[in-house]
C-alpha cells in the first residue's frame, strides 16, 4: 500500500497516464498549496531598454560619451557592435516612486502609480544575445525549438479551470509574430492539446471556429460525432496518444464556439473601463489585449500570453530611438498594464494572479554600433542583466531585489538566471520544478532542464 502510494505521488503532479488521456484538460492538483492560480505573461517583443525604464544609473549619465572601458568589450560578441563605442547614459528625466521609492523613468508614467504592486528584478541574466534562442530559452528552457513552452507545462500540470476553454490562450498585438515563433507558445513533446490557443482581437477569435456556410451545428456535431468513432477505433488499434488528443481538440472547439465569443465580447465592458485601458472596440491593440487577459482569467484560463512588439530600440530609425521613439511605444503599453493590475486588484483577483512583465534579455550601456554617428539613440542586445518585474500572485509589492554595476555592465548583487525566475513561476503555481516533468526518449525532461533555483526572496 505505501509503495503504491509512492508511485501514485511522483512524477508529474498528475494523475494515471490513463486518467490524462481519457480528459487531458482536466483539472488537477498542483504538488502543495499554490500562492497564485492563473498567470498572465507580458512579453515585450524585442526587449525594451531597461536602463531607460526602471535601471537608473547616475554615473553613467556622467560619463556618457566616453569610450567603453576594455574590460567590459574584451572576448565579447555583440549584435550590431564592433570597435570601441561610446557609453550612453539614459536621456530621460528619473524620479523616485511610491512609497518604496524605486527609480522609474519619465517614460512609464503609468507604472509610478502602481510601483507599490510591483516585484522589480534588476539582476535577470541569460545566456543568449540573438533574439529567438533567448526568447525559446525564456520560454521553453532552451535556446532550440521543439521543448514545451512555459503555458503548456502549466497547463500539461494543472489542467484547465472552464472545460469550454483552452487553458493556455495567447494574445498578439503590433501585428507581428514573436522572435521564437510558434514555438513560443507551442507544445513541443507534450500532446498538442497543452498548446496555447492564438486568439485574436478581430473577426472570429480563433480562426476557422465559425461554422462553415450552408453547416448547421447539428450538422456539425454529428459529423464530429463520427470523427470520434474513427479516431477511437484507431486509438485502440495504434495506441498512440495524439489520437485521443485529437479527439480532446475537436471537442474543445466545437464548445469554444459558444464561449470563447462571448468571452472576446468587450462590448459588456463600461466605458470607464475601457478608458482606463486606453481600449476601443474593434481594434487590435495590446490594451485590447490587456483587458482580454483579464475576461479570460477571470472565466478560468490558467496560462495567458501576450506578445507586443517592437521593443528592439536600436535606434536606427525614429521609431526606434531612446527619446520620443520610446515615449511612444510606452504610451501603448505602460498605461493598459497598469489599469489591468489595478482592475485585477479591485476585483480581488491579483492576489492570486501572478503577472509577469519583461522581454528576452537586456540593452547595452553603450551605443549601437550603427548609430554611432546619429542623433537618434540607440542600444544593442545585452545578455548578461536586465530587468523583469512581478506583481500579484504571492510575490512582493514595491519591492526590488538585485543590482547591475554602477554602469549597468553585469550583476553586482543577487543574479537571477532566467531558470531561476522560471522555477520560481512554478513554485508560485505549487510546483516542484524539479517534479513537473515528462518522459520523452528515454528521459524525464522539465521546463527548467537542469538548472533553477526559486528565488524566495521575491516571494510574500
Not at 459529423?223 to 485502440?236: G, I, R, S, W, Y
Not at 512581478?390 to 514595491?398: L, S
Not at 503555481?429 to 516533468?437: A, I, K, N
Request: with cysteine.
Amino acid at each position: 500500500m505505501a509503495f503504491a502510494s509512492l508511485l501514485a505521488g511522483d512524477g508529474d503532479a498528475a494523475e494515471s497516464s490513463a486518467a490524462r488521456a481519457s480528459d487531458p484538460l482536466a483539472s488537477r492538483p498542483p504538488h502543495f498549496a499554490p500562492k497564485a492560480k492563473r498567470v498572465i505573461y507580458l512579453h515585450m517583443t524585442g526587449s525594451p531598454p531597461n536602463l531607460d525604464l526602471f535601471d537608473y544609473k547616475p554615473e553613467l549619465v556622467q560619463r556618457s560619451d566616453q569610450d567603453c572601458p576594455d574590460q567590459f568589450l574584451a572576448g565579447r560578441e555583440f549584435a550590431f557592435t564592433s570597435g570601441t563605442p561610446k557609453l550612453m547614459g539614459s536621456p530621460r528625466t528619473w524620479q523616485r516612486v511610491g512609497k518604496s521609492g524605486m527609480w522609474m523613468s519619465d517614460a512609464i508614467p503609468h507604472f509610478h502609480d502602481v510601483a507599490d504592486e510591483m516585484c522589480v528584478v534588476h539582476s535577470m541574466h541569460t545566456d543568449q544575445f540573438n533574439h529567438a534562442p533567448a526568447e525559446l530559452l525564456v520560454y521553453t528552457g532552451s535556446p532550440r525549438s521543439g521543448r514545451p513552452s512555459m503555458g503548456s507545462w502549466i497547463t500539461y500540470g494543472l489542467g484547465s479551470e472552464n472545460e469550454n476553454l483552452p487553458g493556455f490562450v495567447v494574445l498578439i498585438s503590433s501585428g507581428v509574430q514573436p522572435n521564437g515563433g510558434k514555438n513560443s507558445f507551442g507544445s513541443g513533446f507534450l500532446p498538442s492539446v497543452y498548446q496555447g490557443v492564438q486568439c485574436r482581437s478581430k473577426g472570429d477569435p480563433v480562426l476557422y471556429s465559425s461554422d462553415p456556410p450552408g453547416m448547421s451545428r447539428a450538422t456539425r456535431r454529428a459529423t464530429l460525432d463520427a470523427l470520434a468513432d474513427l479516431n477511437q477505433m484507431q486509438a485502440e488499434q495504434m495506441g498512440h496518444p495524439e489520437t485521443l488528443t485529437r479527439i480532446s481538440q475537436y471537442e474543445l472547439a466545437f464548445r469554444m464556439q459558444t464561449s470563447v465569443p462571448e468571452v472576446m465580447d468587450i462590448s459588456a465592458e463600461s466605458q470607464k473601463t475601457l478608458d482606463e485601458y486606453g481600449a476601443t472596440p474593434g481594434a487590435s491593440s495590446l490594451a485590447i489585449n490587456c483587458l482580454l487577459a483579464r475576461r479570460l482569467v477571470e472565466s478560468g484560463v490558467r496560462f495567458v500570453q501576450l506578445f507586443d512588439w517592437g521593443w528592439d530600440f536600436h535606434g536606427t530609425q525614429a521609431g526606434t530611438g531612446l527619446t520620443d521613439g520610446l515615449t511612444n511605444k510606452c504610451a501603448t503599453m505602460d498605461k493598459p498594464i497598469a489599469a489591468l493590475i489595478r482592475d485585477l486588484k479591485q476585483r480581488g483577483l491579483l492576489e492570486d494572479t501572478l503577472i509577469v512583465w519583461g522581454g528576452e534579455f537586456g540593452r547595452t550601456p553603450f551605443r549601437e554600433g550603427r548609430t554611432a554617428k546619429s542623433k537618434i539613440l540607440g542600444r544593442d542586445h545585452y545578455p548578461d542583466v536586465f530587468t523583469m518585474w512581478m506583481a500579484g500572485g504571492g510575490v512582493k509589492g514595491g519591492f526590488e531585489y538585485g543590482q547591475s554595476d554602477e554602469l549597468g555592465f553585469g550583476v553586482a548583487e543577487n543574479p537571477v538566471h532566467v531558470h531561476d525566475l522560471q522555477a520560481t513561476i512554478l513554485h508560485q503555481l505549487g510546483f516542484d520544478h524539479e517534479r513537473l516533468t515528462h518522459r520523452f526518449q528515454g528521459r524525464d525532461y522539465r521546463l527548467t532542464d537542469v538548472h533553477g533555483h526559486v528565488v524566495k526572496e521575491l516571494l510574500a
